[in-house]
């Protein structure tokens, strides 16, 4: 009899320690939607600096954005606002993933992350919950940006729109994740600024969202290619462009497709990269994370 | 199954002892179980932090139902201890377990049977009251049913029901902290470990909060791990350890604490300290301490000892003060340092600016 109880017991604790791991992921991720939702404020004023490289950047560098063969304001049909539009989404996704992650430098300063880190829960559970609550702002934040595609003359579809979201998700994903790994070594809010200068600046500059790398210096060239950003703004870029059936000859002028080692790499390889960074990226979070002082 | 069936049972405030005589009566009535195995065992526990050895190997046993206080100067090594013992840190050598659960090797399991109040609030003041709770009971993997009732009865108790949906941050620092209790008992641990429960709180509000912890743990049986400043509240402890320097110095309840004092404290202001206090060695053969402007010592009868103390000490004497010996005098006599509150005073008020300006 009391055998009988005493096992059913056991596997009651065996089953929800997985139960309660995805239990505490699902709740760490509700926590960082809740708290998005709430904060109007943070929604719009996030949106302000895309807008501003989108329409004032945008519309100032177009005038001079004539490169030899195509017709002033553009490359063959596609204006510079229209170049940069993806880019200029990502810039949404970048950002809002970076400082969602860096929202657990906060949570330690406030506390609350303590009430996390004594739950029964693994660390993992914790960090992917995070990871992934970051991914979803920021990929609604970059979807927001999608509303202005009409004003700069960007035709959007369903299935455009859905593809688009999920290359933000997976951008967003390996961005959170980098920025948790950035977060567990950060001891206070201050070194924020130095993270944005030093690490999310050059990143989103090297990725190539706000200019064609076709005629950039070598060194250039270089670092683009080790920046993962890179490879999760060119599926976004593509997928705009794709509905304008562009001649392959202006695609090459627009830097369409990453070339590595003379071949340019597909879509989906591009969009594997992001993800295989990304799974090391939330990887290592959690690694940094599970360690106990 | 009576035990289940007492921690149903809502607490409520008409049950709540008000007045302070009231509380002593209600700490003195919830005898403390001290029979059967400790739910807390600690041996040879020890933490260092490179070259600094912040604990130095303590061993103490707390057992169910009892409400032990952990009482030391700032740098004792209280926090490091308490953090070892909620498995946010991992000791350097010593063993300990927790309702029978390996402190290192099972840490999981040791943060089932735990709650926690820490000193400094750790509520995400974004969220309303019910959605703190909310994120706390799927953490701990409550089910939905459970949660919402556990939810309901914990905000009753605490008074909080009908502020439950508002946002945290619109809260007073005794509303967090009570929010913070039911919190910690959300998942109905056995052992709830308060780390400065009352600190900057108005003595009212501490009062209330008081009330709350004793009535719980006559209702509940919930041992309690205690931290704290004000030597007030130790008194509701069933047994005080005092550590310093990382050491268990004494640890005995807070009558046979007192005792270690040796009589009455006479604490005398003079013109002249340094003479005074030779002629009061002479006289009794004990040698005063100099406090902040004043000299202090401990003797036994020391109400008859006062005319004697007038005539015979030669330097004018502004006043002369006898009483019996409070655990602060306990303190100073363990430890050679009062625990001060104004230092509590300015940590507070750092923390203080720190948020505002973080904000």
Same mark, same amino acid.
Request: proline share 5%; charged share 20%; net charge neutral.
């Given at each position: 009899?009391?055998? *009988?109880?005493?096992?059913?017991?056991? /596997?009651?604790?065996?089953?929800?320690?997985?139960?309660?791991?995805?239990?505490?992921?699902?709740?760490?991720?509700?926590?960082?939607?809740?708290?998005?939702?709430?904060?109007?404020?943070?929604?719009?004023?996030?949106?302000?600096?895309?807008?501003?490289?989108?329409?004032?950047?945008?519309?100032?560098?177009?005038?001079?954005?004539?490169?030899?063969?195509?017709?002033?304001?553009?490359?063959?049909?596609?204006?510079?606002?229209?170049?940069?539009?993806?880019?200029?989404?990502?810039?949404?996704?970048?950002?809002?993933?970076?400082?969602?992650?860096?929202?657990?430098?906060?949570?330690?300063?406030?506390?609350?992350?303590?009430?996390?880190?004594?739950?029964?829960?693994?660390?993992?559970?914790?960090?992917?919950?995070?990871?992934?609550?970051?991914?979803?702002?920021?990929?609604?934040?970059?979807?927001?940006?999608?509303?202005?595609?009409?004003?700069?003359?960007?035709?959007?579809?369903?299935?455009?729109?859905?593809?688009?979201?999920?290359?933000?998700?997976?951008?967003?994903?390996?961005?959170?994740?980098?920025?948790?790994?950035?977060?567990?070594?950060?001891?206070?809010?201050?070194?924020?600024?130095?993270?944005?200068?030093?690490?999310?600046?050059?990143?989103?500059?090297?990725?190539?969202?706000?200019?064609?790398?076709?005629?950039?210096?070598?060194?250039?060239?270089?670092?683009?290619?080790?920046?993962?950003?890179?490879?999760?703004?060119?599926?976004?870029?593509?997928?705009?462009?794709?509905?304008?059936?562009?001649?392959?000859?202006?695609?090459?002028?627009?830097?369409?497709?990453?070339?590595?080692?003379?071949?340019?790499?597909?879509?989906?390889?591009?969009?594997?990269?992001?993800?295989?960074?990304?799974?090391?990226?939330?990887?290592?979070?959690?690694?940094?994370?599970?360690?106990?002082? | 199954?009576?035990?289940?069936?007492?921690?149903?049972?809502?607490?409520?405030?008409?049950?709540?002892?008000?007045?302070?005589?009231?509380?002593?009566?209600?700490?003195?009535?919830?005898?403390?179980?001290? !029979?059967?195995? =400790?739910?807390?065992?600690?041996?040879?526990?020890?933490?260092?932090?490179?070259?600094?050895?912040?604990?130095?190997?303590?061993?103490?046993?707390?057992?169910?139902?009892?409400?032990?206080?952990?009482?030391?100067?700032?740098?004792?090594?209280?926090?490091?201890?308490?953090?070892?013992?909620?498995?946010?840190?991992?000791? /350097?050598?010593?063993?300990?377990?927790?309702?029978?659960?390996?402190?290192?090797?099972?840490?999981?399991?040791?943060?089932?049977?735990?709650?926690?109040?820490?000193?400094?609030?750790?509520?995400?003041?974004?969220?309303?009251?019910?959605?703190?709770?909310?994120? +706390?009971?799927?953490?701990?993997?409550?089910?939905?049913?459970?949660?919402?009732? @556990?939810?309901?009865?914990?905000?009753?108790?605490?008074?909080?029901?009908?502020?439950?949906?508002?946002?945290?941050?619109?809260?007073?620092?005794?509303?967090?902290?009570?929010?913070?209790?039911?919190?910690?008992?959300?998942?109905?641990?056995?052992?709830?470990?308060?780390?400065?429960?009352?600190?900057?709180?108005?003595?009212?509000?501490?009062?209330?909060?008081?009330?709350?912890?004793?009535?719980?743990?006559?209702?509940?049986?919930?041992?309690?791990?205690?931290? /704290? +400043?004000?030597?007030?509240? !130790?008194?509701?402890?069933?047994?005080?350890?005092?550590?310093?320097?990382?050491?268990?110095?004494?640890?005995?309840?807070?009558? +046979?604490?007192?005792?270690? *004092?040796?009589?009455?404290?006479?604490?005398?202001?003079?013109?002249?300290?340094?003479?005074?206090?030779?002629?009061?060695?002479?006289?009794?053969?004990?040698?005063?301490?100099?406090?902040?402007?004043?000299?202090?010592?401990?003797?036994?009868?020391?109400?008859?000892?006062?005319?004697?103390?007038?005539?015979?000490?030669?330097? @004018?004497?502004?006043?002369?003060?006898?009483?019996? =010996?409070?655990?602060?005098?306990?303190?100073?006599?363990?430890?050679?340092?009062?625990?001060?509150?104004?230092?509590?005073?300015?940590?507070?008020?750092?923390?203080?600016?720190?948020?505002?300006?973080?904000?």
């Amino acid at each position: 009899m009391s055998t *009988v109880v005493a096992e059913t017991t056991s /596997t009651n604790t065996h089953m929800s320690a997985l139960w309660r791991n995805l239990m505490a992921i699902e709740i760490v991720w509700y926590r960082d939607i809740l708290r998005y939702l709430r904060d109007w404020v943070r929604i719009i004023t996030s949106l302000m600096q895309p807008l501003l490289f989108l329409f004032i950047f945008g519309s100032g560098l177009a005038s001079s954005f004539s490169p030899a063969g195509a017709r002033p304001g553009g490359v063959a049909g596609v204006s510079f606002q229209t170049f940069i539009f993806p880019g200029v989404v990502s810039m949404a996704v970048l950002f809002t993933a970076i400082s969602s992650a860096i929202s657990i430098v906060w949570d330690r300063e406030f506390g609350f992350l303590r009430e996390m880190l004594v739950a029964p829960v693994s660390r993992t559970s914790i960090v992917l919950g995070k990871a992934l609550g970051g991914s979803t702002i920021a990929m609604f934040q970059g979807t927001l940006m999608l509303v202005f595609a009409p004003l700069i003359g960007v035709r959007l579809d369903v299935g455009l729109v859905i593809i688009l979201m999920l290359e933000m998700l997976l951008l967003a994903f390996t961005m959170t994740s980098l920025g948790i790994v950035i977060a567990s070594r950060m001891q206070s809010m201050e070194s924020f600024s130095v993270v944005m200068q030093f690490v999310l600046m050059p990143m989103f500059f090297l990725s190539g969202a706000l200019f064609p790398l076709t005629h950039v210096p070598g060194w250039l060239a270089f670092l683009n290619k080790l920046d993962p950003v890179t490879y999760g703004v060119d599926p976004l870029r593509q997928a705009v462009m794709s509905g304008m059936k562009l001649p392959p000859v202006v695609a090459r002028q627009l830097g369409l497709g990453v070339q590595v080692f003379g071949t340019t790499l597909s879509v989906l390889a591009e969009l594997l990269i992001v993800g295989a960074l990304g799974v090391i990226f939330v990887s290592w979070a959690a690694l940094s994370f599970g360690k106990q002082d | 199954m009576t035990t289940e069936e007492q921690t149903r049972q809502p607490l409520s405030m008409a049950d709540l002892p008000l007045s302070s005589a009231e509380l002593a009566e209600a700490a003195a009535a919830a005898t403390p179980r001290m !029979a059967g195995p =400790p739910i807390l065992s600690v041996e040879g526990l020890r933490r260092t932090f490179g070259h600094l050895e912040a604990v130095k190997g303590i061993s103490f046993e707390v057992y169910p139902g009892e409400i032990f206080g952990f009482l030391g100067p700032n740098g004792a090594g209280k926090s490091t201890t308490i953090n070892m013992l909620c498995t946010l840190l991992k000791p /350097t050598a010593g063993k300990a377990t927790l309702a029978g659960f390996d402190l290192s090797r099972e840490p999981s399991r040791v943060r089932e049977v735990i709650g926690l109040v820490f000193q400094d609030p750790s509520l995400d003041e974004r969220l309303t009251a019910d959605e703190n709770l909310r994120f +706390h009971a799927a953490i701990y993997g409550l089910p939905a049913a459970v949660s919402k009732e @556990r939810r309901e009865a914990m905000l009753k108790m605490v008074d909080l029901y009908d502020r439950k949906d508002h946002l945290v941050r619109t809260f007073s620092g005794g509303m967090k902290r009570r929010l913070e209790i039911a919190r910690g008992l959300l998942h109905y641990p056995r052992v709830l470990f308060l780390d400065e429960p009352t600190i900057g709180l108005d003595p009212q509000t501490r009062l209330h909060l008081w009330s709350y912890i004793l009535t719980l743990r006559q209702q509940k049986q919930i041992t309690m791990f205690l931290t /704290t +400043h004000y030597m007030d509240e !130790a008194e509701y402890c069933d047994r005080i350890a005092v550590i310093d320097h990382g050491m268990i110095v004494a640890l005995d309840t807070p009558d +046979h604490l007192k005792d270690l *004092v040796g009589g009455d404290v006479i604490r005398l202001k003079t013109s002249d300290d340094a003479l005074a206090a030779q002629q009061i060695k002479a006289l009794f053969g004990v040698e005063p301490r100099q406090g902040k402007d004043e000299l202090i010592f401990e003797i036994a009868g020391g109400e008859e000892l006062v005319p004697r103390i007038v005539e015979q000490v030669s330097v @004018r004497i502004a006043s002369v003060s006898v009483r019996r =010996p409070t655990l602060d005098d306990v303190f100073i006599k363990l430890t050679g340092r009062e625990i001060r509150e104004e230092e509590t005073g300015t940590q507070e008020r750092m923390r203080g600016i720190m948020r505002r300006r973080m904000r």
